[in-house]
């Protein structure tokens, strides 16, 4: 990992096919030296059109984060580390329950990129979409991003993917260890004349989807499927063009972990006795996407490319008939799906010398529905039970709409030291809102010394409210019953309008060591946030009033020949004030004391780390890596905060060579060495709804075959 605050984007380009390697296999025929020649100008050109490609994105005046294919093998679970947990490696990122990731702050709020197209967003569940496998390297953008990135903005998670280069060759993999934990992972690569491909899959089950409610080694019903799979192709048409398809698909099923020893609170008739460590409450989470992209120059100087995407995801809570309804006054079965349809164009002119004018624009057209099918008990207006027989209700909503944004600016070098990048976008949202926004923004990189830089930036933010977490239950329909909401209001929620501002410098100490430090500041008006309000575990988001998000980051790396390390410190304080939308997910006395105080909002945490060394010797490799923070907010008005914690993870691999069956590479890895009992979340707090702890002491062994 290392951390850089880049004035032009570069990219790292690997070539797997000489011209003499493959004459060799050909023979020496002048049709093989003929073959070799064409394949040569092929990855030549390919080599030339990811430059062109790297080149309609640039990172002037943002923090950038950056792994390679070789930090995520060194990882203590290699690519089989969730994604989740790679970005919790990078400096301000903070973990959360149910795998969620807040970044300097902000609730969610995450763009992912991939090849340079950004990838709509899935309905938030526990699940990863995205798989580390099919990751050749990844940068993690913060702070005052340029004006070519929208709408999600806390960071750009920004992907390049393995065997878009011609590369040829893969890997099976194999996983197994404690709660049961069976994975297997395959992926390949390839090319055949202008055509190059590359495809992943993998399948876990454990029995620990989701963090378990208690403290416990063992959780009681939390099995998990989860199913990935990733396929790349890429056409090279001419020296200057090429067609290039890419499709993501997840399926992930989990069983919604119970807490034994609970006492019914809702009297059902017919039934006497349910023990909650029995109960069989499920989720189901679908998401697929399909990119179809056409890259090319026109006029020698205009580089650009058109990307046309399709994204679907659900999810699918499925509760205990019984146990929810005696537990918790409401059984209901929601499904939540939202179909996406756009498209985005990026180019950059270099016709102007030291300017580099990148323009573009973004649409997407959505399709959101949400069904709620619940039982309830009868109530009266003080929310007492008045009968044993549960009565059904049926409430559906359905939200078409578009969000849609163009973007123009200049990355303009005035010296050989300075690079500023100023420039400009308008984004429109018309879903649950209409709203719209102009939005400037200006980054510059200045190389104070050959071995000092810095940078600064600001940007003013536009963020429309995700359509898939908006809460769209009728209030009216469940008055007197068990599942009445505690307030009436349901104003809609708002796009989030935010200024920006960042500072930094990162200092080369030796050719070694770099050293990073980066303070932020951001001024919220209308700012998002989400909670669980219902017995479902599924996101609703809402809105305060005002928001003022700050903090400083620092971080160390070292890359020497077999030993790498890297450390990251980050200090944060989230406060926000005045529910203005979503009020009836609150009680009235919590209510009334936000709308007059500043409180920490639920994710804040003052203080958070992450740590990593990693040496190799000959076939051997040690690793380790530590996550710490302070503790999530808790609490009335989240006026507390958790115990910190710290969670350390180690791991061995060798690399050995059967003969005949050629290289494999084997793995041992225990998480939280240590066996640390933490707590993420108590089940108190804003939008807080259970408790959840982190993951015990596990065991894991694997074993990975190249090809």
Not at 170 to 195: F, K, P, T, W
Not at 496 to 524: K, M, N, P
């Amino acid at each position: 990992m290392k951390v850089s605050y880049a004035g032009v984007a570069s990219a790292a380009l690997a070539v797997c096919y000489s011209t003499s390697s493959f004459t060799a296999e050909m023979g020496d025929s002048a049709e093989a030296v003929g073959a070799a020649a064409a394949l040569d100008n092929i990855i030549v050109t390919a080599k030339r059109l990811d430059e062109a490609r790297n080149g309609l994105s640039t990172d002037t005046g943002s923090s950038v984060y950056a792994f390679d294919k070789n930090d995520l093998a060194q990882l203590p679970l290699g690519v089989s580390t969730p994604l989740n947990q790679v970005i919790l490696q990078a400096p301000g990122v903070v973990q959360d329950s149910f795998g969620e990731l807040h970044v300097r702050g902000d609730h969610g709020n995450l763009q992912y990129r991939i090849n340079g197209v950004a990838i709509p967003e899935a309905i938030a569940g526990f699940g990863q979409a995205l798989d580390t496998r099919f990751v050749s390297s990844l940068d993690i953008l913060t702070g005052a991003l340029p004006a070519q990135y929208g709408y999600r903005t806390a960071g750009v998670v920004d992907i390049r993917t393995k065997g878009s280069s011609f590369d040829n060759g893969g890997a099976i993999d194999l996983l197994a260890g404690s709660h049961m934990h069976r994975e297997i992972g395959a992926n390949a690569s390839g090319s055949v004349g202008a055509l190059s491909y590359f495809a992943s899959g993998s399948f876990l089950r454990n029995d620990l989807g989701i963090e378990n409610p208690t403290p416990e080694k063992d959780a009681l019903h939390d099995a998990t499927k989860q199913a990935k799979g990733f396929a790349y192709a890429s056409y090279v048409l001419d020296d200057d063009s090429r067609l290039s398809f890419m499709y993501g698909i997840a399926d992930n099923r989990f069983e919604i972990p119970n807490v034994p020893g609970q006492e019914p609170v809702y009297p059902l008739a017919g039934v006497t006795d349910v023990d909650s460590a029995t109960l069989d409450a499920n989720q189901r989470e679908k998401s697929r996407f399909e990119i179809l992209s056409y890259q090319s120059r026109a006029f020698d100087a205009l580089d650009y490319q058109l990307s046309a995407f399709h994204h679907y995801s659900d999810v699918h809570y499925r509760p205990d008939p019984v146990g929810d309804l005696v537990f918790n006054g409401v059984a209901a079965d929601i499904l939540r799906s939202d179909e996406q349809i756009g498209a985005q164009f990026d180019a950059s002119y270099r016709a102007i010398a030291r300017h580099i004018l990148r323009f573009g624009l973004f649409f997407n057209h959505e399709h959101f529905d949400a069904t709620n099918q619940s039982s309830v008990f009868s109530a009266d207006a003080d929310g007492n039970q008045i009968s044993d027989v549960p009565v059904s209700i049926y409430d559906a909503t359905r939200i078409t709409g578009s969000t849609g944004g163009v973007y123009v600016q200049d990355e303009w070098q005035p010296t050989d030291a300075l690079t500023i990048n100023y420039g400009a976008r308008f984004d429109r949202v018309d879903t649950v809102v209409k709203q719209q926004q102009f939005s400037p923004r200006i980054g510059l990189v200045y190389d104070l010394t050959s071995s000092t830089r810095l940078h600064a930036g600001y940007a003013r933010y536009f963020t429309p409210p995700p359509t898939e977490l908006i809460d769209t239950k009728s209030i009216a329909k469940f008055e007197n019953t068990t599942n009445a909401l505690p307030s009436d209001a349901n104003t809609a929620v708002s796009s989030e309008r935010s200024h920006y501002f960042d500072i930094g410098v990162a200092q080369q100490l030796t050719h070694e060591i770099t050293l990073g430090l980066d303070a932020y500041y951001r001024d919220v008006k209308d700012l998002q946030d989400e909670g669980q309000f219902g017995n479902a575990l599924i996101f609703s988001a809402f809105n305060y009033e005002k928001g003022r998000i700050g903090g400083t980051e620092l971080s160390f790396t070292y890359r020497g020949e077999n030993l790498s390390a890297y450390a990251n410190v980050a200090y944060s304080i989230a406060q926000a004030r005045n529910v203005v939308s979503g009020q009836f997910n609150f009680d009235q006395d919590e209510l009334d004391y936000i709308n007059s105080h500043w409180v920490y909002i639920d994710h804040d945490q003052r203080w958070s780390s992450s740590a990593g060394v990693s040496y190799r010797w000959r076939d051997t490799t040690a690793s380790a890596d530590l996550l710490n923070g302070s503790g999530l907010r808790r609490g009335f008005a989240n006026s507390e905060s958790l115990p910190s914690y710290t969670q350390i993870n180690a791991a061995l691999t060798q690399g050995f060579v059967i003969p005949g069956a050629g290289k494999f590479d084997a793995r041992f890895t225990v998480t939280n060495v240590f066996d640390r009992v933490y707590e993420l979340r108590d089940g108190t707090g804003i939008g807080v709804g259970a408790p959840q702890f982190g993951p015990r002491r596990a065991y894991f062994v694997g074993l990975s075959k190249p090809f």
